[in-house]
């Protein structure tokens, strides 16, 4: 994990999701973003009890891109924030099933202008546990945004998404 950068560091923005919270978290918790499981995938609970969800900490001070990234507007007038369309397929864990575990993972990206997540600036800022990182990172790198726009034209910005994996919402995993 990396530790909060100096004040006298320079630090990226990123452009917060704060409007889509609970869009995010509706459409991670069910599965991926496809609506609710199929008939025959029953929301079966897991083998042990449902351990509780951890909170995410503070993490506005943490910084997973110390340098400039080309193309990212620095004058933040005018500026729209980047809005998520659909999230890649999410995977629960097996491991994280069987052992009744819940939690997240927050990654820091790069919606390019056309709405895709630019694959060479995609970082994890912190997971509540490791077995959430892969899955969410696949997650985050198949996901579509309407693009940032700045005086009406699409721009990449900066992003960062907490993925959440909750057993109440998920399916079973294959």
């Known amino acids: 994990m990396q530790a909060p950068q100096s004040s006298h560091a320079r630090q990226t923005t990123i452009a917060p999701l704060v409007p889509l919270t609970t869009a995010v978290v509706a459409m991670v918790?069910?599965?991926a973003c496809g609506g609710p499981p199929p008939a025959?995938?029953?929301?079966?609970?897991?083998?042990?009890?449902a351990k509780p969800m951890p909170p995410i900490p503070d993490l506005s001070r943490w910084r997973t891109f110390t340098r400039p990234i080309p193309g990212l507007p620095t004058d933040k007038?005018?500026?729209t924030n980047a809005a998520l369309q659909q999230l890649g397929d999410l995977k629960y864990p097996n491991t994280a099933w069987n052992q009744g575990l819940?939690?997240?993972?927050?990654?820091?990206?790069?919606?390019?202008?056309?709405?895709?997540?630019?694959?060479k600036y995609v970082r994890l800022v912190r997971a509540s546990d490791d077995v959430f990182a892969k899955p969410?990172?696949?997650?985050?790198?198949?996901?579509?945004?309407t693009p940032a726009t700045k005086r009406g034209t699409a721009v990449p910005t900066l992003v960062r998404l907490p993925v959440y994996f909750s057993l109440d919402q998920a399916s079973r995993p294959r």
């Open 40 to 49: 025959s995938e029953s929301l079966a609970a897991p083998p042990v009890a």
């Open 102 to 119: 819940q939690g997240w993972a927050v990654y820091d990206f790069v919606v390019a202008a056309d709405g895709k997540v630019d694959p």
């Open 77 to 79: 007038a005018g500026l």
């Open 29 to 31: 918790l069910g599965t």
């Open 136 to 145: 969410a990172e696949e997650a985050v790198r198949a996901a579509r945004f």
